[in-house]
Nanobody
Framework: QVQLVESGGGLVQAGGSLRLSCAAS????????MGWFRQAPGKERELVAA????????RYADSVKGRLTISRDNAKNTVYLQMNSLKAEDTAVYYC???????????????????WGQGTQVTVSS
């Protein structure tokens, strides 16, 4: 059973930066494509970014391209989300997600993922 624990959320002013981390345990992390999703109040959960198990392929929501960067360190069983030039509309609970895959692929919908963290709040003040 894979367990995911997010950290790094908080309150930041518009234009600022945060780095989220998601530490994984209980599985072969290097075989798991990962994703970051977010959910704002009253809205559906949406993909922010996704990464293949080897880190070689990434996907981003159009709204975050050029500002947010997903990366991973398989030696540390951790995936990161570097968030720069934050906007008020980035305010949400951010979740990391994982699934097993034998292929080098990225997965971009909620239903693709089996394992979820508990979420970390990001609040951007304008």
């Amino acid at each position: 059973q894979v367990q995911l624990v997010e950290s790094g959320g908080g309150l930041v002013q518009a234009g600022g930066s945060l780095r989220l981390s998601c530490a994984a345990s209980g599985g072969a992390f290097s075989s798991y494509p990962m994703g970051w999703f977010r959910q704002a109040p009253g809205k559906e959960r949406e993909l922010v970014a996704a990464i293949s198990w080897n880190g070689g392929t990434t996907r981003y929501a159009d709204s975050v391209k050029g500002r947010l960067t997903i990366s991973r360190d398989n030696a540390k069983n951790t995936v990161y989300l570097q968030m720069n030039s934050l906007k008020a509309e980035d305010t949400a609970v951010y979740y990391c997600a994982a699934r097993y895959s034998q292929t080098i692929a990225v997965f971009t919908t909620m239903h693709d993922y089996n394992y979820w963290g508990q979420g970390t709040q990001v609040t951007v003040s304008s």
